[in-house]
């Protein structure tokens, strides 16, 4: 926190915070966000005019899904210009607005990772606290206050930081850190899960086939879709169920999400493993897992591990598979992207929410094909394992336009 984003609070107990944040994600505070959600989404890519076009754009696959769901996710949480979302000129400013975000926060992205293992050089340390300083100016808190329909997330996390003591310039800090925990993984799980589905047509097929199921078919409906009911997104079992559960989302996240998973033990303990291994942890020892390796990546758990089987989670009738055996044993974890047990992603029901609309939006309003169908899907940036969702080492160009 501090190396990265020179966050610094007092008394700070992330399990409390944790508590406290992970409400305002979840019931009827999920849906509301998944409405904004709906509106941000169609506002950077139906309304925006370089975006919307019926002429064939070329744009890198990576840059056009990590900077479409962080702006509106960044307008989701952090509010809009003013309160009516179809106000024309409300929207051209959130457009404006919000990709100059996207603009600052893509060039801290890239050095993150140095920044993090504290490997920048002098002149990109100084680059980085460059970036950082016009962030805070974009984020500062009194800008924040200024703005319309924030979200219940936003508003507990700012009165969190003042029941904490924090002063203005320590909480305009504390917004950036937020912007990365919140923003850095769905517009990467976008990214992959698109480039999926166009390098295997018959994945492609199924996902179309459930999104007209569920929508109705474009030809017999007009207009955008404004939003999509929780139950509707909740009856895709191929691309995914709630909670990132089934099939194309789940393969997905099993192939690119690398997150070390870090906890303090709070107890003197021994540590069987099912091979009889066994590790004596003290108390205030540090544990670090790497569940990519195994078991996301594990030829005895999946056959062909490194391949992208649409199907893998689903059972021949359609219902999610579950059963999963390593060593003969059954397993309960047999893939972790979100994490696990009580520290899991807080915001995985709104991510997952959120990447099946810009899924949705995208297959369902644009022609989008591969500029080159027989590119290769890339390798990793190596320098991301660990640090959540992985991101290509160069990105993938596409062609796309809105449909007819
Ligand atoms: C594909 C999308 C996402 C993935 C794969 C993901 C994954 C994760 C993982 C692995 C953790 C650590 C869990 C652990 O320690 O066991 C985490 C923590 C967290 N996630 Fe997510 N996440 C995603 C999207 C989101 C979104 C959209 C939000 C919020 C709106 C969010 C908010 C958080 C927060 C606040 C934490 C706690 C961070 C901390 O401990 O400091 N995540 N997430």
């Known amino acids: 926190m501090d190396r990265m984003f020179d966050v610094r609070l007092p008394d700070y107990d992330p399990n409390e915070e944790k508590a406290m ?17 709906a509106f941000n989404l169609q506002a950077v890519l139906l309304s925006e005019p370089s975006r919307a ?17 962080l702006r509106a996710g960044y307008l989701t949480l952090y509010g809009n210009e003013g309160k009516d979302y179809e106000d024309v000129s409300n929207q051209a400013k959130d457009q404006a607005h919000s990709l100059e975000v996207y603009n600052e926060f893509y060039k801290l ?9 504290s490997s920048l050089s002098a002149e990109e340390k100084k680059k980085f606290d460059n970036i950082k300083k016009d962030l805070w100016k974009l984020l500062s808190v009194r800008k924040l206050d200024c703005r319309a329909n924030q979200s219940l997330w936003l508003d507990c996390y700012k009165q969190h930081l003042v029941d904490l003591g924090v002063d203005e310039d320590m909480q305009t800090r504390a917004m950036l850190l937020q912007l990365w925990s919140t923003q850095s993984n769905a517009g990467p799980a976008v990214f992959w899960l698109l480039l999926f589905l166009l390098k295997h047509p018959l994945a492609m097929a199924a996902v179309q086939g459930e999104m007209e199921k569920i929508l109705g078919s474009r030809k017999h409906t007009t207009g955008h879709v404004r939003e999509i009911s929780q139950e509707k997104l ?18 997905t ?7 070390f998973i870090t906890r303090e033990v709070l107890r003197d303990m021994c540590l069987r493993l099912p091979d009889c291994r066994e590790y004596c942890l003290r108390k205030g020892d ?3 897992l790497f569940p990519y390796i195994s078991p996301q990546m594990d030829p005895e758990i999946y056959e062909e591990p490194e391949k992208f089987r649409y199907n893998r989670f689903l059972n021949a009738d359609g219902t999610e598979k579950t059963d999963f055996y390593k060593g003969g044993e059954k ?32 297959l369902r309003y644009f022609d989008l094909e591969l500029k080159d169908p027989k590119a290769k899907i890339p390798d990793f940036d190596k320098e991301r394992y660990g640090f959540g969702m992985l991101q290509p080492e160069i990105d993938v160009i596409v062609r796309y336009k809105l449909k007819d």
Request: glycine residues 6%.
């Open 21 to 37: 944040l992970r409400m305002t994600l979840q019931n009827q505070n999920l849906s509301s966000l998944t409405k904004a959600m």
């Open 53 to 69: 076009s019926r002429q064939w754009k070329e744009e890198g696959l990576f840059h056009l899904s990590y900077s479409t769901m």
């Open 109 to 117: 992205d890239r050095l993150l990772m140095k920044a993090a293992r």
């Open 234 to 251: 909740d009856s895709t079992p191929i691309f995914g169920l709630q909670g990132g559960k089934d099939s194309v989302m789940n393969e």
């Open 253 to 259: 996240l099993r192939l690119t999400a690398a997150p």
């Open 286 to 288: 540090r544990l670090c």
């Open 331 to 362: 397993l309960k974890y047999y893939t972790m992207p979100w994490g696990a047990g009580i520290n899991v992603c807080i915001g995985k029901f709104f991510a997952v929410n959120s990447i099946k609309q810009c899924v949705f939006l995208l």
